[in-house]
């Protein structure tokens, strides 16, 4: 459960990898959950006509994806999904925490291997990018979104190889012990 949940130590390489492969299991778990417990056909059926441009939902003028959520079943299955996506980001925090502590950096740094690129990501979602059907914004505002995600992503390839490729700190630092010791 530390090695999860717990935010203090250090972890080496490895653990980082092993992180990898638990990140592929939550997510096949969380896949298995919503099949099972989300009504598929229906929000397929509904996805594939909103980007054909044929979806019968129309709210001012805008299309929209598949109705809310309505049975009992889905909502349990929404908050089964959502605890589980909630705790899969705090063992991300914690597991990228403690190898960074390997590294001797402070957690702050998440703010650059996580928030800047996660909320880049989110620049993506900007309602009505798609107004002129034109996909991306012309002129600054195109170019500055262009450079945020230049941005995110290098720092997010700069995270990869910090985390998972560079050796952590010989020996005992301010974080604790070396793991490999």
Known sequence: M??????????NRAKMWLFIL????WEL?????????LDWT??????????????HTNVGG????????DTPKEWATAGIIAVLVLLYVVALFAVYTKRLHDRNKSAWWLVLFLVIPWGAGLLD???????LNLGEYFGP???????????AGVLAIWAFIELFFFR???GENRYGPDPLA
């Open 125 to 131: 979602c900007v309602p009505g990018e798609n107004i």
């Open 2 to 11: 530390n090695y999860l949940f717990g935010f203090g130590g250090r972890i």
């Open 141 to 151: 505002l195109g170019v500055g979104l262009d450079a945020a995600r230049l941005i």
């Open 168 to 170: 952590g700190t010989h």
């Open 62 to 69: 805008v299309m929209s994806l598949p109705g809310p959520i």
């Open 22 to 25: 638990i990140t592929l299991a």
């Open 29 to 37: 778990v969380i896949g298995i959950v919503a099949m099972i417990g």
């Open 42 to 55: 229906q929000r397929i059926a509904a996805s594939s006509e909103f980007v054909k441009g044929t979806s």
